[in-house]
Structure formats: C-alpha cells, structure tokens
C-alpha cells in the first residue's frame, strides 16, 4: 500500500537522489556511532554518582549531545569546518588527514558514508521514493548505526531499537510490509525466541550467550516483517556468526571464550529477509 510517492519507483533520478540523501545521513551516521556510546555512558556514570553520592556535584558538566559540541580533531582540537565535513569528498581532498595536524582520519569515516549512500541508492531504485522507499531507507540507516555501535562496544541502544520498533508497527498499520496482525507478532515472537534462548542458556551454563539488545532488535525486524521474516533472520544470522567466528578463531584474531556481537549478523540477515524473504522462500519451496 503506497500512501505517497515523489518519485516514481524504479528510475534513475529516485536512485540518485535516495544515494545523495544517504551519503548525508551515513556522516551524520558517524556522529551517532561515536556520540551515543559516550553519551549513555556519561549518563550511567552521572546515575551512579546520584545514587551514592546525591550531593556531590557531577565532574563534568559540560553539554555533550549529537549536535553539541562541534566535530574536531581529537589530537590537537582543530574544530572541523564544513567545507572539511562534506561526505566521502573531504576526506580525499584532505587526504585523510587533519588539515591542521596531520594527523590520520580513520578510513572508516568515508566507508561508512559511501556504503550508506550505496544502499540507499539501491533502496532508491527499487522501491522510488514511495512511503515503503522511505521507510526501508530509514531502516536501513537504523541497521548500519546498530552494527558499527555493536561492533565498537557490544552495545544496542534502546534509543534506537524501541522506536524502530515502533515505527515498524506504524507503518505496517497501513499494510506497508506486512499486515498490523503479523506485525504485533513478529515483534512478540521475535523478543520472546532469543528471550527463552538467553535464559534456557544461561541455566544450563550459568553464562549469559546473549545480551538484551539482541532481544529488542530481532523483535524490531519482526514488526518491520512480520513473523515470516523470524526464521529466515535468526537461520542466517546464526549460520553468519559461527562461520565468521571460526574464520576469526582459525586467524588467531579471537579466543573461543570472548564474546562476539551478534547484532551485526541480525541486522544484515534481517535486511536480507525483509527485501528478499518472499523470493528466497518461493525458490526453497
């Protein structure tokens, strides 16, 4: 069901402007990689010190949010202007490096901006800029944030998590995916499967496999997709994680005993299950 559409589906012009927005949003995705971490961070740290210490005064209180304060080099302090902080373009010019300092800006600054720009743009040229384009672009934005955050600190924020959620159940109430009645439970189904799998788990082993961002996540493709997308997100990623870690293990680059995150392999097997679930499952059956 198409509510609207500014571009028509499947054109160049939908591919290319779903590519420029996203290569916009992959550097503004780079802030919220970065930033939020520290910033719920700071807030344990502020929550802690409340709890035991009520009347002592927070040690540092200076504003730091996704807008505040201004992006700049963590060497010598250098504030980035914005001719410095166009998407993948600054990056080549400067060389990869601080203007002022020289010193090194990490390659995944532009990787990250040109794989969201490529995404989108294929979002873009599947879908046009419909209601469905628009709301997988935001999805998959949401995913690409999720993985890099997991991969930094084994970390899947509810600030992003619960209002994909949502959003998922929102838009599906107009039967944009899927229909609101397997919306509601592929969100139950998908938190309630790792759920029962954590604490089956963690009383045969006393270990805990799982964290509950794993929970939140999977139910948040299940609103997105419906229930059907379950099975097929939680197969791949399972197949993704094992195989990844025995490759990692096998190179010496990771000991059987530390954990790995697994957000990363649901986001892309959850991705992979909504846009291409039917046709995957027509060529199985």
């Not at 419909?130 to 999805?139: H, Q």
């Not at 039967?175 to 139950?188: F, N, P, Q, S, Y």
């Amino acid at each position: 069901m198409i509510l609207f559409e500014l571009f028509p589906a499947y054109t160049a012009s939908a591919a290319i402007a779903a590519f420029a927005l996203s290569l916009l949003v992959g550097s503004f995705l780079n802030v919220i990689i970065y930033r939020l971490p520290v910033m719920m961070e700071r807030e344990w740290q502020e929550a802690i010190q409340s709890a035991n210490q009520p009347d002592a005064t927070p040690e540092d209180t200076s504003t730091f949010n996704l807008a505040h304060p201004r992006s700049r080099c963590q060497e010598c302090g250098h504030l980035i202007r914005w001719f410095e902080n166009i998407p993948v373009v600054s990056w080549i010019l400067l060389k990869g490096k601080c203007s002022q300092c020289g010193t090194s800006i990490s390659t995944r600054y532009p990787l990250i901006e040109l794989f969201s720009a490529c995404v989108g743009g294929f979002i873009g040229w599947q879908f046009g800029f419909t209601t469905l384009g628009l709301g997988l672009l935001v999805f998959t934005w949401a995913l690409i944030a999720l993985t890099f955050i997991d991969i930094d600190h084994q970390l899947l924020p509810d600030a992003i998590t619960l209002p994909l959620l949502w959003l998922g159940l929102l838009l599906n109430s107009f039967e944009l995916i899927t229909t609101l009645e397997d919306a509601v439970w592929g969100a139950m189904l998908g938190y309630l499967s790792l759920w029962s799998v954590y604490w089956l788990f963690k009383l045969a082993t006393g270990k805990e496999g799982m964290g509950f961002g794993d929970f939140k996540l999977l139910a948040a493709i299940g609103a997105w997709g419906g229930v059907l997308t379950l099975p097929m997100t939680i197969l791949f990623s399972s197949v993704a994680g094992v195989l990844f870690a025995i490759i990692m293990m096998a190179t010496g680059k990771h000991q059987a005993n530390n954990p790995m995150p697994f957000g990363p392999y649901l986001a892309l097997a959850g991705w992979c299950a909504i846009l291409w679930g039917g046709p995957i499952l027509s060529w199985y059956l």
